[in-house]
């Protein structure tokens, strides 16, 4: 049996060899053949496919690049713009525009005092617009013929040109720094009333004898200041007068003719002292608001105009005439010296002046009043006008005298000496003491220093915008 189903089974296994060529049990077969790899199939020589991505898919990855670009470049434009922050306010404004004997002026308080002062000439730009209104003209021609003269043409000028008033603010603050060292040295002081007259000064107010301003008002208004010298109360010289000596109120005859004013009625002194002080605290509010300044700056700025004023009146005892010329004198201005010798000639020739000067003259101011300017100081011209009046002999015909102006004919009437008034006498002192600190500056044993970056940091504000 054994054998037979050994014969059997032998008889057998050729045809299951068969069946397993042609039908082989999966199972077994699948174990003994390597997995076959997903996917497709490589191509030859090992290179693999990229990966497919559907569009959708491709458009968030490259938004998502965009994005991750788009906020680095914002990081680094927020570092850059926080490090100018950091550079403008707090890095510069501590550095030095100028050092006086090691003391320096930083750029905070140079920009400080600049807009100070922009906004107190603002405020007298302001009520020369006000006069305007006030008098009912043509509002392009007052301000025409306002800022043409002298001190108002060179507050104009500067507030024009930031860096007129950046370079005269920087000497002013120097300056502040050496007549602080001197008052110091000298035992000079200012009080209060000091500096309440500077204050009146600025608003050319003069109180009168019975005037009784209340203290809290007076008070308030002296509350007002920045130290250094400026144009309006300094005792710093002013402006040399234009070469046109045409006081400042004469409408010229270009003008339309003043209309008749309204009496006012007359105030009591306590009524006017009451007006004014309003009026202080109204222009220093605007001080403060335009000029982001503090009251203390404002204080400080006219105690340092009433240090300057006690100081030239000690420094300059000895050097400043108390005594002034003046003179009865009439002038044809002309542009050409040739126009100028023409006319000379008709003059001696038997021309009428006044004639002349009404057809000819290029000063409308004088030239109305037949060239004719009754008593003036003679230091109020201009250097080479001044110079030929105190000259010229009385009666004659005298020029051509050339100015920035033009050509003058000049004939002068009479000299008389005068005490100087109360304003020239300060504007002589404020010259004096100009050229005194000049010569201190550079004397021996003071050290001053400027920098170039102040010419970078100059303020353009407050820009002047009038109130109609």
């Given at each position: 049996?054994?054998g037979?189903?050994?014969?059997?089974?032998?008889?057998?296994?050729?045809?299951?060899?068969?069946?397993s060529q042609?039908?082989?049990?999966?199972?077994?077969?699948?174990?003994?053949?390597?997995?076959?790899?997903?996917?497709?199939?490589?191509?030859r020589?090992?290179?693999?496919?990229?990966?497919?991505?559907?569009?959708?898919?491709?458009?968030?990855?490259i938004?998502?690049?965009?994005l991750?670009?788009?906020?680095i470049?914002?990081?680094?434009?927020?570092?850059?713009?926080?490090?100018?922050?950091?550079i403008?306010?707090?890095?510069?404004p501590?550095?030095?525009?100028?050092?006086?004997?090691?003391?320096?002026?930083?750029?905070?308080?140079?920009?400080?005092r600049?807009?100070?002062?922009r906004?107190l000439i603002?405020?007298?730009l302001?009520?020369v617009?006000?006069?305007?209104?006030?008098?009912g003209?043509?509002?392009?021609?007052?301000?025409q013929?306002?800022l043409?003269?002298?001190?108002?043409?060179?507050?104009w000028s500067?507030?024009?040109?930031?860096?007129?008033?950046g370079?005269r603010v920087?000497?002013?603050?120097i300056?502040d720094?050496?007549v602080?060292?001197?008052?110091?040295?000298?035992?000079?002081?200012?009080?209060?009333?000091?500096?309440?007259?500077?204050?009146?000064?600025?608003f050319?107010?003069?109180?009168?004898?019975?005037e009784?301003?209340?203290?809290?008002?007076?008070?308030e208004?002296?509350?007002?200041?920045t130290?250094?010298a400026?144009?309006?109360?300094?005792p710093?010289?002013?402006?040399?007068?234009?070469a046109?000596?045409?006081?400042?109120?004469?409408?010229?005859?270009?003008?339309?003719?003043l209309?008749?004013?309204?009496p006012?009625?007359t105030?009591?002194?306590?009524?006017r002292a009451?007006?004014?002080n309003?009026?202080?605290e109204?222009?220093?509010?605007?001080?403060?608001?335009?000029?982001?300044?503090s009251q203390?700056?404002?204080d400080a700025?006219?105690?340092?105009?009433?240090?300057r004023q006690?100081?030239?009146?000690?420094?300059?005892?000895?050097?400043?005439?108390t005594m002034d010329?003046?003179v009865?004198?009439?002038?044809?201005?002309?542009?050409?010296?040739?126009e100028?010798?023409?006319?000379?000639?008709?003059?001696q020739?038997?021309?009428?002046f006044?004639?002349?000067?009404?057809?000819?003259?290029?000063?409308?101011?004088?030239a109305?009043?037949?060239?004719e300017?009754?008593?003036?100081?003679?230091?109020t011209?201009?250097?080479?006008?001044?110079?030929?009046?105190?000259?010229?002999?009385?009666g004659?015909?005298?020029?051509?005298?050339?100015?920035?102006?033009?050509?003058?004919?000049?004939?002068?009437?009479g000299?008389?000496?005068?005490?100087?008034?109360e304003?020239?006498l300060?504007q002589?002192r404020?010259?004096?003491l100009?050229?005194?600190?000049?010569?201190?500056?550079?004397?021996?044993?003071?050290?001053?220093?400027?920098?170039?970056?102040w010419?970078?940091?100059?303020p353009?504000?407050?820009?002047?915008?009038?109130?109609?």
């Open positions: 049996m054994v037979d189903n050994d014969a059997s089974l032998m008889v057998q296994e050729p045809g299951m060899t068969k069946r042609t039908s082989r049990l999966p199972g077994k077969e699948a174990a003994n053949q390597p997995a076959a790899a997903k996917g497709p199939t490589p191509p020589g090992g290179k693999q496919l990229r990966e497919y991505r559907s569009r959708a898919e491709r458009e968030a990855m938004q998502r690049y965009v991750l670009g788009t906020g470049a914002a990081a680094i434009v927020i570092v850059i713009l926080g490090i100018a922050f950091a403008e306010f707090f890095v510069t501590g550095q030095a525009v100028a050092s006086v004997n090691g003391e320096t002026i930083t750029v905070r308080e140079f920009q400080e600049v807009r100070l002062e906004a603002n405020e007298r302001y009520e617009v006000r006069e305007a209104q006030a008098f003209v043509n509002m392009d021609q007052y301000l013929l306002r043409s003269q002298p001190p108002l043409a060179n507050w500067e507030i024009q040109v930031s860096d007129q008033l370079n920087l000497n002013d603050m300056e720094r050496l602080r060292a001197k008052a110091a040295e000298l035992g000079i002081t200012v009080s209060e009333e000091d500096i309440q007259e500077q204050i009146n000064e600025y050319e107010y003069t109180p009168s004898v019975d009784v301003a209340s203290p809290e008002a007076t008070a208004a002296t509350d007002e200041a130290p250094t400026t144009p309006f109360v300094s710093t010289p002013s402006p040399e007068p234009s046109t000596p045409t006081p400042e109120t004469e409408p010229t005859a270009t003008l339309t003719p209309p008749t004013v309204s006012v009625p105030l009591s002194p306590t009524e009451e007006q004014y309003t009026r202080v109204q222009v220093f509010a605007n001080v403060r608001s335009s000029a982001g300044v203390e700056a404002i700025y006219f105690e340092m105009q009433a240090l006690a100081l030239a009146e000690v420094v300059t005892a000895d050097t400043v005439d010329q003046e009865s004198v009439r002038h044809i201005l002309v542009a050409t010296e040739e100028a010798q023409d006319v000379l000639a008709a003059l020739a038997g021309e009428s006044a004639d002349l000067a009404r057809a000819v003259s290029t000063d409308t101011g004088s109305a009043n037949g060239g300017y009754d008593w003036t100081p003679a230091s011209f201009v250097e080479p006008f001044a110079n030929a009046v105190r000259e010229a002999e009385i004659e015909f005298f020029g051509p005298v050339q100015t920035d102006f033009g050509y003058h004919i000049i004939q002068v009437r000299r008389r000496e005068v005490e100087l008034s304003t020239a300060r002589a404020a010259d004096a100009k050229q005194y600190l000049r010569e201190l500056r550079t004397s021996e044993g003071n050290v001053v220093e400027t920098y170039s970056i010419t970078q940091v100059v353009s504000e407050p820009a002047f915008i009038p109130r109609l």
